[in-house]
Structure formats: structure tokens, C-alpha cells
């Protein structure tokens, strides 16, 4: 059965105010055209979770589409900080954030026990450090079976939606990935609602070929994209190359309110989906992002007639 | 302060990276951080550790990368590399099972005992200053073998008392740290702009141990919030080598990017 939708119909079914939204991707893969659509539907008093806050939840953020965070590195990797999160933590302005932080190990472990179905994960992480302080949900527990031996364990993470971004999938949103895989798996298993966004819907032939490299299975998804260059400026490995030079020009529009909002006016309500913006980057961009290829090599998995 | 680094032929940045990556010799697992890190670890590798395995929190094991990285996400590290996993694997399998030999931290604020901040600076509930929280930072501390700091030294990140101690260092009771059953033996060195410190075994204290070139014993002692302790063998960093500024210089960071 098809999934296939367009971004505006897949967040409009898909995405409602005040649910907790999980757009993930570690630095890779990060759909950025979604949180977009998010932003030009003016959705409101989201939760957002994401283990690294970075430049996507920054303009969401600035656009006022979320009143809370849960993560576990907030910043612009290899830039600095995130503008619109720090002046909402910071200053309430123009409204308060509430956040809720684990560390990177908590994170991906909140998504394992909400993936697996458990009450909590336990990890070996968080002694003698003060984050427990300030986050309850993270707790200290004895093991069942050797009363000295301490771990933490942390809740399950069970999104509303959860977005995340492929290479490829069939239609029935079979998807699969290669290069940096983040928490792509473990958070589309832990959420009740998931969007699949990729940069092409291949024949389900194609994946059939390869079952290896199937990450996320379409009983698990609800809507399936065709959006080629939805991570920009994140990157789709062997489609195309982080733009890093929009990581640091972010650094100065998110600065001031004002700049920020120009940009939304321009690279995001002024556009009606991301084709358009696409097109207002021009040809001669891609082109400059697109990698030399490197394929794999076969494998080969026998045919057993 | 001194500021003599150029005139003799390399920047502080270059002296730092040159004086880590001498501290990576014979190591196998190394867990890179962006930036510094990410250089001292290819310098190492092409130096004083062949057999360097280039680990990053992102799920790449066995890095090779063919330009320098700007995250530790770059699509370069994916690309060649010996294996990509997935998150939870790294964290699980690699980290807090005990693979990882040495790793690279640094943060807004460190004390005496090597206990870092990456939170808050100011009242976690009413910050003056938001910073990025731990990341991997506090397991990593928890879990690799020995600790690697490389931070810019100042009155304000070397301080007496942290604002929130994200990552754990010494404890300042050596028999309370034998006792964590931790992987980890945390931070061994601090490599700053200015000197190098060890840690002393008695007292899990940052120990002075080498001035960089032109720097004075009052200009560490003017950059930071507690009175140091000293090495009785207290010495002069070793430069840059040719080869090592070659390397640098060439192959790990022609554009300059963090060593101008």
C-alpha cells in the first residue's frame, strides 16, 4: 500500500498542537524541510525532542512553534550557540522554555525503552555528575542482583510524531540508510506517529535487494516524502555534502529577533513548500555540494530457490 | 603574557596540538572530539600512534578521514572508515563496556580535581550563560580509560568552585576514586595555551608540570582561580618539531582553520 504524501499533507495529518515532535538525525540526516513545514502550518506548544538542538530547532524555536525541549547537546556544531533557544532560556524572550536534559548515552537509551516497550533503560552514566540534580526523571537504582552495584535508569521516550529523514524507501515507507544512522531506528520504533522523508522512492525491488541496509520497516510508518535535498543545510550522505557555510551565516541571523524573522519571511513563509526553496538556491548550489562518488562493494546473499 | 609563539615559528595552537598528540603514543582507542582534538589525533597517528583507531560519538569506529573535519558528524568520517554503528552501540558496546583507551574533553570551566562544567554558567535555573550541556561528555568521562583536556586557560574557566559539575573528574580522595569501579581513570593531562599539567596520583590534583616557551610561572598563576601546584621537575614544553608543523601545516589543517 502507498504512504507516499506530500510534506504539507503528511504534516498536516500527522502533526498537532502540543504533541511531543522528535525531528532526529545526528548532525546527518536532519530534515530540516519538515520542521519548515512545521513552522508555515504555525503549529503550536510543541514539545521537541532531539538529542542535539542545532540550527532546525534554533529556527523552530525562534518561530515560536515550541514551548519545551528535552535533548541532550544544544548548539551549532562547529559554530557556537543556538540564539533563539539561549534568549528564550536565558531571558525569556519573548517566552520562557522549559527544558528537560539528559546526556547523549540517556538519550538514545530513552528511545531504546520507549522502543522496546520497557518502564526505563538503565545505563552506566550520570555518577558524581550534577544533571540528576536538575532532572528528576533521571534516578539512581540498585541492580536486583548485587545491592552495590548502582545504575541510572531513564524513561522511556515515547514521541507523538517522529520525522526522520532516508536516503531512500519504497512506497510502502520500507527505508533504508547508509552512513551516520543517529537514532533514526530506535526513534521511529518509539513513536506513535512517523513520517519518512527521503530523497528518492525507489521500487521495493530495489530494497529487497539489499535487507541489510533497511533501518525502518513501513509497518511503522505512516507517511512516506519524496523530498530531495530536505536535510539542507544537514547533509545526505552520497547525495550531498553539509553546507557548513549556512552553519556559520546562521550564526548571524539568529543573533537579533529581527534578522531571524526576515529569514523565516523569506526562506520560509515566503516560500509555499521546498521545492521552491530548492529553486531559489539555484542549480550552481547543489551542484557545488554534490560528492564524488564512492560506491560500496556487492555483497552477495545467495539465492536459495 | 607572552605572546612570543610566532616569533618562534609556530602559533599556541600548533603548541598544543604538538604537545597532545605526543601524549597519544601507543594508544589504540581514541575517542575525537571536533576541532583540536580531531588534529592532535591525526597528528598522533601519523606520528608517535600508527595503530590509532579514530573513534566518534557520532558511530564511526576506525575514522579516515581525507579532509578536516568541521563536526563530528563530517559525512568524510562516515566514508572509508572501518565501521559505522549505530548510537546505541557506540555508547553501549564501544564506551561503557570499556574499548575506549583515552579521550578528549574540554568545557567552560574546570577545577583543581579536573571535574568539568559544559551546563551552566551562573544559577542552573537562572542562567547567565547557556551552554550546551554534556552530550557524550559525562559517560565519556565516566568510561574512557584516561581523559585528555585541551581548554584556553583564564580566570573565569579555570576556577576555584564550578557553576554545575557536568562531568566528573578526581574527587580529591584517591581512595574514594579506587573505589568507583569505573572504566575510568579520569583526567591524566590539561594541555593549555599557556603550560601543561598532569594530575598527582596522591591527591588527584592538576599538577603544573611544563611551561610553553616565553610563558612565566605568574602568567599561570594570573590565569587561573587557585594556587597551583608545581612539579618539582617543573620544565620548558618541548616545541613543534619540522615534522610535526609539516603535518600540521600541511596535510591536517592547510586552510588554518584552528591553528592560526
Given at each position: ?85 539561549r ?20 538519550m ?46 531513564v ?13 531512500r524507501?519504497d ?29 528518492e522512492?525507489?521500487?521495493?525491488s ?29 547533509f ?23 534578522t ?33 562518488p564512492?560506491?560500496s ?7 536459495y530457490? | ?25 601507543g ?23 600508527p ?21 563530528i558528524?563530517?559525512p ?9 554503528t ?24 574546570i ?11 551562573g ?22 580509560r ?33 573505589a ?20 598527582d596520583?596522591?591527591?588527584?590534583e ?55
Amino acid at each position: 500500500m502507498s504512504k507516499v504524501a506530500t510534506m504539507q499533507d503528511a504534516v498536516r495529518d500527522l502533526v498537532r498542537d502540543g504533541d511531543t515532535v522528535a525531528i532526529e538525525g545526528f548532525t546527518h540526516l536532519i530534515c530540516f524541510a519538515a520542521g519548515h513545514e512545521i513552522i508555515r502550518q504555525r503549529r503550536r506548544d510543541l514539545t521537541l525532542a532531539r538529542m542535539t538542538p542545532d540550527v532546525i530547532y534554533d529556527q523552530m524555536i525562534g518561530a515560536g512553534v515550541a514551548s519545551k525541549l528535552i535533548f541532550s547537546w544544544m548548539g551549532n556544531p562547529g559554530v557556537g550557540n543556538l540564539h533563539a533557544v539561549r534568549r528564550r532560556i536565558e531571558k525569556a524572550d519573548p517566552a520562557p522554555l522549559e527544558i528537560e536534559e539528559y546526556s547523549h548515552f540517556g538519550m538514545v537509551c530513552r528511545y531504546m525503552a520507549g522502543a522496546s516497550n520497557l518502564p526505563f533503560f538503565p545505563i552506566r552514566s550520570y555518577y558524581e555528575s550534577d544533571i540528576p540534580s536538575v532532572n528528576p526523571k533521571i534516578v539512581p537504582m540498585s541492580s536486583p542482583y548485587d545491592e552495590d552495584d548502582q545504575v541510572f535508569v531513564v524513561p522511556p521516550l515515547n514521541p507523538d510524531v517522529a520525522i526522520v529523514h532516508a536516503q531512500r524507501a519504497d512506497a510502502g515507507g520500507d527505508a533504508q540508510i547508509w552512513g551516520l544512522l543517529g537514532c533514526q531506528k530506535e526513534v521511529a520504533f518509539a513513536a506513535r506517529r512517523v513520517i519518512v522523508v527521503v530523497e528518492e522512492v525507489v521500487e521495493e525491488s530495489v530494497i529487497r535487494r539489499d535487507p541489510n541496509r533497511t533501518v525502518i520497516p513501513g509497518a511503522v510508518v505512516d507517511a512516506v516524502v519524496e523530498e530531495p535535498f530536505a536535510c539542507h543545510p544537514s547533509f545526505a550522505q552520497g547525495y550531498y555534502d553539509r553546507d557548513n557555510r549556512f552553519y556559520l551565516e546562521w550564526d548571524r541571523i539568529a543573533k537579533e529577533p529581527e534578522t531571524l524573522e526576515a529569514w523565516l519571511d523569506e526562506w520560509v513563509y515566503g516560500l509555499s513548500n521546498h521545492a521552491e526553496y530548492v529553486q531559489k538556491f539555484g542549480d550552481a548550489h547543489w551542484d557545488g555540494l554534490r560528492p564524488e562518488p564512492a560506491l560500496s562493494g556487492e555483497v552477495d546473499y545467495g539465492r536459495y530457490a | 603574557m607572552s605572546e612570543a609563539g610566532a616569533d618562534l615559528g609556530y602559533t599556541k595552537a600548533e603548541l598544543m596540538i604538538a604537545a597532545s598528540a605526543r601524549q597519544l603514543g601507543g594508544v589504540s582507542n581514541c575517542f575525537v572530539g571536533v576541532g583540536l582534538p580531531n588534529i592532535v589525533c591525526n597528528l598522533a597517528q601519523r606520528t608517535v600512534a600508527p595503530d590509532l583507531q579514530l573513534v566518534y560519538e557520532s558511530g564511526v569506529f576506525g575514522a579516515r578521514p581525507e579532509r578536516l573535519p568541521l563536526s563530528i558528524g563530517d559525512p568524510t568520517l562516515a566514508t572509508g572508515s572501518t565501521a559505522v554503528t549505530s548510537m546505541f552501540d557506540l555508547f553501549a558496546f564501544y564506551l561503557q563496556a570499556g574499548l575506549i583507551d583515552v579521550a578528549f574533553l574540554g568545557g567552560a570551566q574546570i577545577d583543581r580535581h579536573g571535574n568539568l562544567n559544559t551546563t551552566v554558567i551562573g544559577d542552573y535555573a537562572d542562567p547567565k550563560v547557556r551552554l550546551p550541556g554534556s552530550g557524550g561528555a559525562c559517560e565519556i568521562a565516566i568510561h574512557a580509560r584516561q581523559i585528555l583536556v585541551i581548554m584556553r586557560q583564564a580566570q573565569r574557566s579555570f576556577v576555584e568552585r564550578l557553576d554545575f559539575r557536568t562531568s566528573p573528574g578526581h574527587s580529591g580522595d584517591p581512595a574514594h576514586d579506587a573505589a568507583r569501579g569505573w572504566h575510568g581513570g579520569g583526567p591524566s593531562s590539561v594541555v593549555t595555551d599557556l603550560a601543561t599539567y598532569g594530575f598527582d596520583d596522591a591527591t588527584g590534583e592538576m599538577t603544573l608540570r611544563t611551561l610553553h616557551p616565553g610563558v612565566r610561572l605568574d602568567d599561570v598563576r594570573d590565569n587561573m582561580g587557585w594556587e597551583p601546584r608545581i612539579a618539582s621537575d617543573l620544565d620548558e614544553t618541548r616545541p613543534p618539531s619540522e615534522e610535526e608543523l609539516g603535518l600540521i601545516r600541511e596535510e591536517l589543517d592547510p586552510g588554518g582553520v584552528y591553528t592560526k
